[in-house]
């Protein structure tokens, strides 16, 4: 497959729980970015990464984490997850001239 | 840290033009870009702007002037399936979104 791919497409996670939001893209895109979307908050950065083994904190990197052990993959974990945390999240890659987006995860915190 | 600002909602009529202007405050400076968003499904590029000006293509254009922290995304004809939230978006070595330009299209 050309593009990135996020897995699961939705979830309902207990409070509480650990969980880890998969992305992949095979364009060897240097940049990846986590964000999350909530109604009327627009798209908001929690974690960044412009190369593999390196990453950033976003805007909103509270209970949230990640890695970037190879270019592929950046997963970002919800290390234990509370009501506030439902949202859709979208993961991306960049050239840095166009940024290409995961059809996202839809997940609810129960 | 970013400021990313731009109207929360505007509406047209098919066949009109509407520009959607976006302001911004970064610490850096290596782009902007504009995204549609239809809702329930992810963003789709529409253009990128490095350098101050015009960027033509097609329906859309985007317009760039870094020295005032500005840019719009000008939508020509309008169809009604133009109808989508516009983001604005500035790259100053991290990828930063304003909330969003909501756009209905009326008939």
């Known amino acids: 497959i050309a593009g990135i791919t996020q897995a699961p497409t939705s979830q309902i996670l207990a409070a509480g729980r650990r969980m880890t939001l998969r992305c992949t893209q095979d364009?060897?895109?240097?940049?990846m970015y986590w964000y999350r979307q909530d109604l009327g908050l627009g798209l908001r950065l929690i974690h960044y990464?412009?190369?593999?083994?390196?990453?950033g904190k976003g805007e909103v990197p509270d209970g949230y984490s990640v890695s970037r052990a190879n270019t592929d993959d950046f997963p970002l974990t919800l290390a234990s997850a509370v009501p506030s945390q439902t949202s859709v999240y979208f993961c991306a890659s960049s050239t840095g001239t166009e940024a290409f987006f995961g059809q996202g995860t839809r997940l609810t915190v129960v | 840290g970013q400021n990313i600002d731009q109207p929360t909602e505007m509406t047209a009529t098919e066949g009109a033009i509407v520009q959607i202007n976006c302001t911004y405050q970064t610490s850096g400076f290596n782009g902007l870009f504009w995204y549609q968003q239809h809702a329930g499904e992810a963003p789709t590029f529409l253009s990128y702007?490095?350098?101050?000006g015009l960027e033509e293509k097609g329906r859309f254009s985007s317009f760039l002037s870094r020295s005032k922290g500005y840019s719009y995304l000008l939508l020509k004809e309008l169809q009604m399936k133009d109808s989508a939230s516009y983001l604005c978006?500035?790259?100053?070595?991290?990828?930063?979104f304003g909330a969003g330009t909501t756009v209905t299209v009326r008939a």
């Open positions: 990464s412009n190369t593999a083994g390196t990453t």
């Open positions: 364009m060897r895109h240097n940049a």
């Open positions: 978006a500035v790259n100053d070595y991290k990828l930063s």
């Open positions: 702007n490095v350098l101050d």
